[in-house]
């Protein structure tokens, strides 16, 4: 089981940029594939991005050309970098990695005032 911890939320104006950190407890170089999700209260948790097979990157259309997910083996991060922030962006965003299962970290708070 990979621990993950995320960071870099918080509360940020409309048309701000936050920057997400996710920390695992040992190296991701042979993950599957790893990324963010969201859930929104009320609502279902939602894939916002993801990384597969270490190279291929796939976005949520709602976020396509405003976040930027990357990765840092020599570090076993995962970032995802948000700008022009949406109130409807306000979630807890979580970070996840595949590797023998699927492994979340515990969240971390996005909210975006108007």
């Known amino acids: 089981q990979v621990q993950l911890v995320e960071s870099g939320g918080g509360l940020v104006q409309a048309g701000g940029s936050l920057r997400l950190s996710c920390k695992a407890s040992?190296?991701?170089?042979?993950?599957?594939?790893m990324g963010w999700y969201r859930q929104a209260p009320g609502k279902q948790r939602e894939r916002v991005a993801r990384?597969?097979?270490?190279?291929?990157?796939n976005y949520a259309d709602s976020v396509k050309g405003r976040f930027t997910i990357s990765r840092d083996n020599a570090k076993n991060t995962v970032e995802l970098q948000m700008n022009s922030l949406k109130p409807e962006d306000t979630a807890i965003y979580y970070c996840?990695?595949?590797?023998?299962?699927?492994?979340w970290g515990q969240g971390t708070q996005v909210t975006v005032s108007s």
């Open positions: 996840w990695v595949l590797t023998m299962g699927a492994n």
């Open positions: 040992e190296s991701i170089l042979s993950a599957n594939a």
């Open positions: 990384i597969i097979n270490g190279a291929s990157t």
